[in-house]
């Protein structure tokens, strides 16, 4: 149950009783209307901003609306206290029973406590990782194949219909030059001396297994024959080997995509020319001529007329060009098309997770969304900033697999896969995040995957312990959710326990503003709470989960906090984390 939006609901209620009884206006928008938990406990348990957003509508003092509000909500039953502050702001606490009656609603929702259905299953397409299909995963990836993934996995739970997908870039010269690399490994299994790679092409060892493989399905057939022969079919097995590899890398991570989407397949099958031609319906293509480019002009530029895009009526800086001087496409005219191709199966709000090297082309391809669903799509482009590995805050030299870069499997190797995926999660995906192998691996505090994941095995630790104590005790989750709660008084107890109830209204604040890393924020910090609680047992005897002389407060405690690891499990999976019960 989230309590926020019940409050909310009956909040709504209220207004809508004064407006009925004349108080207020009719017809008066709540819609921005929120419900906060103050930052200082002693102002309240929950906060709203009702009186102050309906202060214009209502034309009249916010105090004098919160004045008129506060006394119905002091009425509802699960409210103790109400009172105005400031110019308007309502601050009101919970009644301790109702906040403990929590306890057993989370235990029994189990792990679809906070699951929303706030999404009302719309439509989501989510394309992340797309990497080019010419080498294995590095680091540099591994951000945003975490982020991506962690980001649709929580839409998921908030309620949206949610589609994972890759991006294949299998069109561009890079393939070529993938080609006739492998052609090179290709010549060398079949025992040709191919002397030092050239320069321009891929020279890592990742591709001696499939020059290998290409030996073997096709022995000499293409040995010494012109490349216009073998080039066709060596990209194809190049790229089908490449994408295997990255298929296996992500699986690493535990990463596993709904649609892989082939950008040649634009090409050949005139999918270019249908996007181009709704952009030309709708009167939004010309020929003309760009300006040059400001600062220093390219030796090449040449002014020529060129088929362009209206970007700048969607609020781009510069009209954009679909076509290249030979008359091929460019790389934007393929993006469009794929973008449109996605509208086309019914995807009008799409997320794509980019690399921070990307943030000058998110304004053109916004406007290309923007002009093909005539502004009801929406392109929510996240940017995920670079990956600093370090050792004891030092730049840290890996040995590179690839030869040339660190690898995603490489981290992985070397830490686990659960540490990866929580570390890169640990800050907002457009701030640079320092990835330090000293302290992903310490088990302390400052280290937040051991600190979350020991929270979940400490539970679990402290049940086997009241299952040792207590003869024939039942501590599963349904036999927990009918403990007597009410003996728990402490206010370290009941600050846990609200802090608790503060997870579903996280889920989706979380999932409408496209931030998975608010859920690692949240476990840590309903973390520290748990191990505070649990040191004040250490101090205080009486605190204790565990007491051999009280079995009904040991069960009330054993109930609230199966509740927190069931809090705990839950966003470790939607970030992909698996939720350790011994460590």
């Known amino acids: 149950m989230n309590i926020y939006k019940n409050l909310q609901n009956k909040i709504k209620v209220i207004v809508e009783g004064l407006s009925a009884a004349g108080d207020l206006p009719e017809g008066l928008d709540l819609s921005n209307m929120t419900l906060e938990s103050p930052r ?174 290409l030996a073997e399905e096709c022995g000499d057939k293409w040995l010494d024959r012109p490349e216009e022969d073998w080039l066709p079919s060596v990209r194809k097995f190049a790229t089908d080997k490449m994408m295997e590899m990255i298929r296996e890398d992500l699986a690493v991570l535990g990463i596993h995509h709904d649609v892989f989407f082939s950008e040649k397949t634009l090409h050949e099958n005139g999918g270019i020319e249908e996007a181009v031609e709704e952009l030309r319906k709708k ?99 996240r940017l995920c900033q670079l990956v600093n590995l370090l050792k004891n805050g030092q730049p840290y030299k890996m040995s590179k697999r690839a030869g040339t870069f660190v690898t995603l499997r ?52 402290v049940l086997r312990k009241a299952g040792e104590v207590f003869d024939g005790l039942d501590v599963t989750t349904e036999s927990l959710a009918k403990a007597d709660i009410s003996l728990l008084g402490d206010d370290a107890e009941l600050s846990l326990i609200r802090n608790m109830t503060g997870w579903p209204r996280l889920v989706e604040s979380a999932a409408l503003a496209h931030e998975p890393h608010r859920i690692s924020f949240y476990l840590y910090d309903l973390a520290s709470e748990f191990h505070a609680l649990w040191n004040k047992g250490n101090d205080n005897p009486g605190l204790k989960f565990v007491l051999e002389e009280n079995r009904e407060l040991t069960l009330a405690r054993l109930a609230m906090i199966s509740a927190l690891a069931n809090i705990v499990a839950t966003g470790l999976n939607i970030l992909g984390v698996e939720p350790l019960r011994e460590m």
């Open 410 to 461: 490489d981290v992985v190797d070397e830490v686990g896969k659960d540490v990866v995926r929580f570390i890169m999660l640990t800050r907002k995906n457009d701030a640079a995040l320092d990835f330090d192998f000293s302290k992903v691996t310490e088990q302390s505090k400052d280290n937040p995957v051991f600190y979350v994941q020991y929270a979940h095995a400490r539970v679990h630790s």
């Open 40 to 213: 200082d406990p002693s102002h309240g348990d929950m906060a709203t901003n009702v009186a102050m957003i309906l202060t214009k509508q209502a034309k009249m003092n916010p105090r004098q609306i919160a004045e008129m509000v506060a006394p119905k909500m002091e009425q509802l039953e699960e409210v103790s206290s109400v009172s105005v502050a400031g110019p308007g702001f309502i601050n009101f606490y919970l009644k301790p029973d109702f906040i403990l009656a929590q306890v057993g609603a989370i235990l029994s929702a189990g792990q679809e406590y906070g699951r929303s259905d706030s999404g009302a299953q719309e439509k989501v397409n989510v394309e992340y990782v797309s990497a080019n299909p010419t080498g294995p995963m590095h680091v540099g990836h591994c951000r945003g194949a975490i982020f991506g993934d962690a980001l649709a996995s929580l839409l998921d739970f908030a309620g949206f219909d949610v589609t994972r997908e890759y991006y294949i870039n299998d069109a561009g010269s890079q393939i070529d030059v993938l080609a006739r690399s492998l052609y090179l490994r290709y010549r060398e299994a079949l025992g040709h001396d191919i002397g030092e790679i050239p320069q321009g092409l891929y020279p890592g060892d990742y591709l001696v297994a499939p020059g290998k493989a």
């Open 283 to 381: 009167g939004l293509i010309y020929e003309g001529v760009l300006e040059p480019p400001k600062g220093k002009k390219p030796e090449d530029w040449e002014e020529r007329p060129q088929l362009l895009f209206r970007a700048t009526d969607f609020g781009d800086d510069i009209d954009r060009p679909l076509q290249k001087s030979d008359g091929t496409w460019t790389y934007f005219a393929a993006d469009v098309a794929y973008h449109y191709n996605k509208v086309g199966r019914g995807f009008y709000n799409m997320i794509d997770v980019w690399g921070a090297d990307h943030g000058g082309y998110v304004k053109r391809v916004q406007a290309a969304i923007k002009a093909i669903t005539d502004g009801k799509g929406e392109l929510d482009v």
